[in-house]
């Protein structure tokens, strides 16, 4: 058994495996039950405004035409975007990780960088170049070119962890290369799979400003009109629980996808390295097609955005609301990431140093409520506000609440990895020379964790840099975001105007890109 097995099971449970459980402290136990029951406060509200409308305005509101066309563009998005990525990221990641592909290291980089362009910047990239764009074939193409990387990242990063040992198994039994492929190495890509591909469906259902800039209505593009022509009516809450519905759904789906295959690499010493397989005459078409999608998903939107910057010349940096805007959004992704970074420590640690199913329900709970679309969770925050504490509507504070909820998992994951590699033993061990079990805590489990806690403040930085939906509806008045001027101006057709924001947010976005590619193949072992 490698020391890092010997140190999970010794943080798991008491050394020899007898005796009882410890039991976690009471202020974590505390805290962990308070961040779960607030995170359910979108989920409740759902369920509370279903259950209020009683039958007949559910059966007339969500049995009718307009649903079914909106439901239909939902799956029509989802079927066709989803298995597009998963091949690009797949074979991206397979090229540059199991292949002789000249450049691959920087191959590996490129097909990451989309990602650092928010969705809605893409669609505006392509409205520039053809504005005629429009309905499902739209947003399928900016949906693929802005989402695959989330396949493409954790595909790569299991690929470069995979034993090859196990391909040359494969090889030495007769199995050609692409035999191989399908039959050692993609089985082994299932979870990664599964996951990159829940996490395109669920931005699928959760983006607005991309589908709206290319007129094609899904069902948050539907809520979000349905809430400006009357507020907070009944036809927005019903089509946001079938949009929540759907959200289930694909979490069922994931899970079942996933499956209980046991994909560990067991025993110690280090892996030999992959046999990468030989292009020949398929090298310089490997190289043509990445370098195509590289253009396609991140050439021409920053090709778009400088030219619109050359366009509008220098008055348009001289804009009253360009430097505000910065501001507001530094201090929104700052004061988002610390307090989420912060809130989810009792839940990583609980989950880590006390695993249970007590500890895995209070964890649950918060991915669940984070897979619901920003505008449901804004609905839900706007109508507590509105009818129970309308001293704290449209502030400052209801804004990073709504954060905390959208991006908790981001932090949580880069938590329980850290807290993992601090094993208890070491804050016992403090406690043994005289420290008080908080200051134990503070100069070891902290220390220790407190890299993959930057990690994931960072992550969750880049998500409220670019989200726009929870911000158009909670924000005060008189908030200036990079992403809501670069709506509003976007809106207005004035396409000069806007880019200067969507400059900066793809600078803001790119170093926690890096940051978030960095970070998974640290966790392969690279």
Not at 218 to 223: C, R, S, V
Not at 375 to 396: C, D, E, G, M, R
Not at 431 to 447: D, E, I, N, Y
Not at 485 to 501: K, M, N, R, T, V
Request: glycine share 8%.
């Amino acid at each position: 058994m490698t020391a890092t097995a010997a140190n999970t099971r010794a943080a798991g449970r008491p050394a020899g495996g007898r005796g009882k459980r410890p039991r976690p402290p009471l202020v974590v136990v505390v805290l962990s039950v308070l961040i779960a029951l607030f995170a359910l406060i979108p989920l409740g509200y759902v369920v509370d405004m279903t259950v209020s409308a009683g039958w007949d305005d559910i059966s007339r509101l969500i049995f009718r035409p307009r649903v079914g066309e909106l439901l239909g563009n939902t799956v029509a998005l989802v079927l066709i975007t989803v298995p597009l990525c998963l091949i690009l990221g797949v074979g991206g990641a397979w090229l540059v990780e199991r292949t002789s592909l000249a450049g691959h290291k920087a191959w590996s980089i490129l097909l990451a960088a989309p990602l650092a362009i928010p969705a809605f910047v893409n669609s505006y990239a392509w409205v520039s170049a053809i504005p005629s764009l429009h309905g499902v074939f739209s947003g399928v193409l900016i949906s693929t070119l802005s989402y695959f990387p989330l396949v493409y990242i954790p595909v790569a990063a299991t690929l470069s962890r995979l034993d090859p040992s196990l391909e040359q198994s494969g090889a030495s039994l007769g199995l050609g290369a692409w035999r191989v492929f399908f039959r050692v190495v993609l089985p082994q890509l299932r979870l990664a799979m599964a996951g990159g591909a829940l996490l395109v469906s669920l931005h699928l259902l959760a983006e607005y400003g991309a589908f709206a800039m290319v007129r094609f209505d899904t069902f948050t593009t539907a809520i979000y009109e349905q809430f400006q022509s009357t507020f907070n009516g009944t036809a927005a809450n019903m089509l946001a629980s079938v949009l929540v519905f759907c959200c289930l759904l694909l979490l069922l789906a994931e899970t079942r996808a996933r499956g209980r295959a046991r994909y560990e690499r067991l025993g110690s010493g280090v892996q030999s390295a992959p046999t990468r397989l030989k292009l020949r005459l398929y090298h310089l078409p490997a190289q043509l097609g990445l370098l195509a999608l590289t253009l396609l998903a991140f050439g021409l939107p920053l090709f778009f955005v400088c030219r619109w910057l050359i366009a509008g010349g220098p008055s348009i940096w001289v804009r009253s609301e360009l430097l505000p805007s910065l501001l507001q959004t530094l201090g929104y992704g700052l004061a988002g990431a610390a307090v989420t970074t912060v809130l989810a420590f009792p839940l990583a640690l609980l989950a880590v140093r006390y695993p249970g199913w007590p500890s895995r329900a209070l964890e649950s709970v918060n991915y669940i409520s984070s897979s619901m679309p920003g505008i449901v969770v804004a609905l839900a925050f706007v109508t507590i506000t509105v009818h129970s504490l309308p001293a704290i509507y449209q502030s400052a504070a209801v804004v990073v609440a709504a954060y905390v909820l959208l991006f908790m998992p981001r932090s949580l994951v880069n938590l329980r990895a850290g807290l993992a590699q601090a094993p208890r033993e070491l804050d016992e061990a403090a406690q043994a020379l005289g420290k008080p079990p908080f200051v134990a805590f503070l100069k070891v489990t902290l220390r220790l964790s407190a890299p993959a806690a930057a990690g994931g403040a960072a992550l969750v930085f880049l998500g409220i840099v670019n989200e726009l939906t929870a911000t158009l509806l909670l924000s005060p008045n008189g908030t200036h975001t990079l992403a809501t001027e670069f709506w509003a101006l976007s809106s207005e057709i004035d396409y000069a105007g806007a880019a200067p924001y969507a400059l900066l947010m793809i600078l803001l976005s790119a170093p926690m890109t890096y940051l978030l590619f960095a970070q998974s193949k640290k966790a392969a072992g690279q």
